[in-house]
T-cell receptor
Framework: DSGVTQTPKHLITATGQRVTLRCSPR?????VYWYQQSLDQGLQFLIQ???????AKGNILERFSAQQFPDLHSELNLSSLELGDSALYFC???????????FGEGSWLTVV | AQSVTQLGSHVSVSEGALVLLRCNYS??????LFWYVQYPNQGLQLLLK??????LVKGINGFEAEFKKSETSFHLTKPSAHMSDAAEYFC??????????FGDGTTLTVKP
């Protein structure tokens, strides 16, 4: 158990819909990262927050957004969902911005 | 920009045989390097990390990796494979605070 908690573990939704994935980082960690793992794209970095502020941005679509709240939990919002958005979405956390990152179990999103 | 190449998307070994998973990186500055393991239906778990200290890094479950700057490599090895080592392995590089870049992963199969 890495200490990073993600909910929900599985989610099935229809195209065009919007979902929110939630992440609670390890106790004491200020950085939260979101990754997408799909069969054709592998593990892709989406975005990173540090203590509530966006720190780094990767291959995140405009339809996706994220935020980190004062209690340090984070949410990844996915809207106007397409079939190709079906993937495993990982949250990870670290103490700071240059430390080892630890991953949650992931949220499986299936878009039908 | 940094990048990671994992040579061989699938590696198959017999139980008790040497495990060698290859990782090459490119980076314009000294990198931090990581190996993660992903068991089926689980998140990524840190195996080991190189952070500019000793070039031979020992990790969990008997795995180790050697940082070779001249070869820009960070191959993962284990002297004797166990059935429980069957999983997907990811090499990752980080050169600045925050963003880590992952390889495409190598699926390790262990035959009895």
């Amino acid at each position: 158990d890495s200490g990073v908690t993600q909910t929900p573990k599985h989610l099935i939704t229809a195209t065009g819909q919007r979902v929110t994935l939630r992440c609670s980082p390890r106790s004491g960690d200020l950085s939260v990262y979101w990754y997408q793992q799909s069969l054709d794209q592998g593990l892709q970095f989406l975005i990173q927050y540090y203590n509530g502020e966006e720190r780094a941005k990767g291959n995140i679509l405009e339809r996706f957004s994220a935020q980190q709240f004062p209690d340090l939990h984070s949410e990844l919002n996915l809207s106007s969902l397409e079939l190709g958005d079906s993937a495993l979405y990982f949250c990870a956390s670290s103490v700071g911005t240059g430390n080892t990152i630890y991953f949650g179990e992931g949220s499986w999103l299936t878009v039908v | 920009a940094q990048s990671v190449t994992q040579l061989g998307s699938h590696v198959s070994v017999s139980e008790g045989a040497l495990v060698l998973l290859r990782c090459n990186y490119s980076s314009s500055v000294p990198p931090y390097l990581f190996w993660y393991v992903q068991y089926p239906n689980q998140g990524l778990q840190l195996l080991l990390k190189y952070t500019s200290a000793a070039t031979l890094v020992k990790g969990i479950n008997g795995f180790e990796a050697e940082f070779k700057k001249s070869e820009t490599s960070f191959h993962l090895t284990k002297p004797s494979a166990h059935m429980s080592d069957a999983a997907e392995y990811f090499c990752a590089v980080r050169v600045n605070a925050g963003k880590s870049t992952f390889g495409d992963g190598t699926t390790l199969t262990v035959k009895p």
